[in-house]
């Protein structure tokens, strides 16, 4: 296949501004890799962190994004059919080569996920990273098991919200925290069992109801809250720091945090 593509193109680290749509090659696939017809993209954090010129190993001009779905156009190697509905993300997507936004994208088949579903584009769009990064992170990062107890820290984050209703689904107990007490609501709409209005310190909410502490904790805002998200953990609980909504990269005093955790359990 040849021709030309619309895509949104960062020539370099900058402002939204820098993001510029231009007329650009379809990328043609070689063995291993597909070219997908992209159909609906989502919008990540991390794609905020490569076009602030934080995120490691890119190189411009870039397109980014690193998750979309679409329909395989043309695949060398004959591991996908054309036509097939997929979902790619990660893997250097956006980042050392193309990402998904753009007409067509051309990935590794080995990130690529195929699937059947009739949801219309633009909800499909908004799954694959908010999914796998939840399911991630309460599978590999937190082995969560029914009957356990977890504090979601960010819960009204789309991961947040994710991990809630798989959380629920599994048999856990699920406290969530969020900054606005309108949207407290929304986490118990969802089957929260505890919806926290966060004003920066909740450990002792959470102890309030759980007088241990939590069993699991998920750190979604990030190093600002994660020694109170440490102190609302049992002993031996296990934190799984995942998002990193707040763009600090570092915790402030970070052993005084961790020694003052210790002293309290």
Known sequence: MTGTMRAIVLDAPGPPEALTIKV?????????????????FGLNRSELHTRLGLAEGVTFPRVLGIEAVGEVVNCPGGELT??????????????????????????????????????????VGAVPEMLQTSYGSLTVGLDAKS????????????????????AKQWGLTVLATTRDANK??????????????????????????LPGGVD????????????????????????????????????????RSTTFHAECD
């Open 24 to 40: 650009i090659p379809i990328p043609v696939p070689i063995a291993g890799w597909v070219l997908v017809r992209v159909k609906a």
């Open 82 to 123: 054309e036509g097939r509905q997929v979902a790619a993300m990660m893997g250097g997507m956006g980042r050392t080569f193309d990402g998904g936004y753009a007409e067509y994208t051309c990935v590794p088949v080995s990130q690529v996920v195929p699937f059947s579903s009739e949801l219309d584009w633009s909800t």
């Open 184 to 209: 407290a609501s929304s986490l118990t709409a969802i089957g929260v069992d505890h919806a926290i209005v966060d004003d920066g310190a909740v450990a002792g909410q959470v102890r309030d109801i």
């Open 216 to 255: 699991l904790a998920l750190e979604l805002v990030g190093t600002p809250t994660l020694p109170d998200t440490l102190r609302a953990t049992r002993v031996h609980g296990t934190v799984c720091f995942t998002g990193m909504l707040s763009n600090e990269w570092t915790v402030k005093d970070f052993i």
């Open 147 to 166: 009957g356990q107890s977890l504090l979601i820290r960010g819960g009204t984050s789309s991961v947040g919200m994710a991990t809630a209703v798989l």
